[in-house]
């Protein structure tokens, strides 16, 4: 167990709506980052929170966007959703200890 | 553009073989190494990571890996797999500098039969 939870853990969606995804950090950890994996690929970067704030973002469009609370749990939102949008949508935290990333469970995502 | 190449999408393995995966980035600069590994149905773990030192780093479950720089590259190696291998590893490079983004390599889908 990383104490890295997301929720939910499936979910099916039609192209044009809006989702939220959640995730709850691990203890003491205050960056949350986000990853799309697609069937068949590794995980790419969305973006990442630290301090309630994005500070730094992957090759993905503005429809994407997220939160960080002050307890440092954080969502994902993706609006007008696209059939390309189907994926495992993780969530990883890191600490000012160190750059190791812990990830959830993921939330399958589906689109159609 | 910084990227990272898994040399093989599919392994496949008798118990008590060996294994090694080939993992190669591109990044001119300090990176920061890991493998990560995804048994079925469960999260991506960390498997062992290379910050800084010798270049040969010991992981969990018997796993290795060695950083050559000047190949740019981070192989993973285990001299005798068990069924309990079987899962999808990925290889992840950190370029340092920045913020924690994490470049994944595609994976590489590691089967080991009885």
């Known amino acids: 167990e990383t104490g890295v939870t997301q929720s939910p853990t499936h979910l099916i969606k039609t192209r044009g709506q809006q989702v939220t995804l959640r995730c709850s950090s691990q203890?003491?950890?205050?960056?949350v980052s986000w990853y799309q994996q697609a069937l068949g690929q590794g995980p790419q970067f969305i973006f990442q929170?630290?301090?309630?704030?994005?500070?730094g973002r992957g090759n993905f469009p503005p429809r994407f966007s997220g939160l960080q609370f002050p307890n440092y749990s954080s969502e994902l939102n993706v609006n007008a959703l696209e059939l390309d949008d189907s994926a495992l949508y993780l969530c990883?935290?890191?600490?000012?200890?160190?750059?190791?990333?812990?990830f959830g469970q993921g939330t399958r995502l589906t689109v159609v | 553009a910084q990227s990272v190449s898994q040399h093989n999408h599919h392994v496949i393995l008798s118990e008590a073989a060996s294994l090694e995966l080939g993992c190669n980035y591109s990044?001119?600069?300090?990176?920061?190494l890991f493998w990560y590994v995804q048994y079925p149905g469960q999260h991506l773990q960390l498997l062992l990571k290379?910050?800084?030192?010798?270049?040969l780093v010991k992981g969990i479950k018997g796993f290795e890996a060695e950083f050559i720089k000047s190949k740019f590259s981070f192989n993973l190696r285990k001299p005798s797999v068990q069924w309990s291998d079987t899962a999808e590893y990925f290889c992840?490079?950190?370029?340092?500098?920045?913020?924690?983004?994490?470049?994944f390599g595609a994976g590489t889908r590691l089967a080991v039969h009885p």
């Open positions: 992840a490079v950190l370029p340092l500098g920045g913020y924690n983004k994490l470049i």
């Open positions: 929170y630290y301090r309630e704030e994005e500070n």
């Open positions: 990044y001119g600069g300090t990176v920061n």
């Open positions: 990883a935290s890191t600490s000012n200890r160190g750059p190791e990333a812990f």
């Open positions: 203890s003491g950890h205050n960056t």
């Open positions: 290379y910050f800084s030192g010798d270049p």
